[in-house]
């Protein structure tokens, strides 16, 4: 089992950035292949990226492809999600994500393990 916790979010303008981190605890995070996903106000979660085991492979969605980067860090048990040219459509609440499948899981019932997220909030 792991536990996952993030950190970074917070209040940023239009076209500013942020990077999120996803500390994992328990069993070591290598064993996971990793993802964010977010939920805003009144809408469903959904997924914004993810990278397998080793960080050799990623998928991003659509709308934030080009703007945000997923990497992770194996000896630091930490996954990161540096955000770029954010909008206001990104606000939302970000989850990090584990799951014991393999490749990059995109849909939320394929990941095992959630923290509790961060709030991003972004202001036009």
């Known amino acids: 089992q792991v536990q996952l916790v993030e950190s970074g979010g917070g209040l940023v303008q239009a076209g500013g950035s942020l990077r999120l981190s996803c500390a994992a605890s328990?069993?070591?995070?290598?064993?996971?292949?990793m993802g964010w996903l977010r939920q805003a106000p009144g809408k469903e979660r959904e997924f914004v990226a993810a990278?397998?085991?080793?960080?050799?492979?990623?998928n991003y969605a659509d709308s934030v492809k080009g703007r945000f980067t997923i990497s992770r860090d194996n000896a630091k048990n930490t996954v990161y999600l540096q955000m770029n040219g954010l909008k206001p459509e990104d606000t939302a609440v970000y989850y990090c994500?584990?799951?014991?499948?393999?490749?990059?899981?995109?849909?939320?019932?394929?990941?095992?393990?959630w923290g509790q997220g961060t709030q991003v909030t972004v202001s036009s």
């Open positions: 990278i397998n085991r080793s960080g050799g492979g990623t």
């Open positions: 328990g069993r070591t995070s290598s064993a996971y292949a």
């Open positions: 994500a584990a799951t014991v499948r393999r490749g990059v899981p995109t849909r939320q019932y394929e990941y095992d393990y």
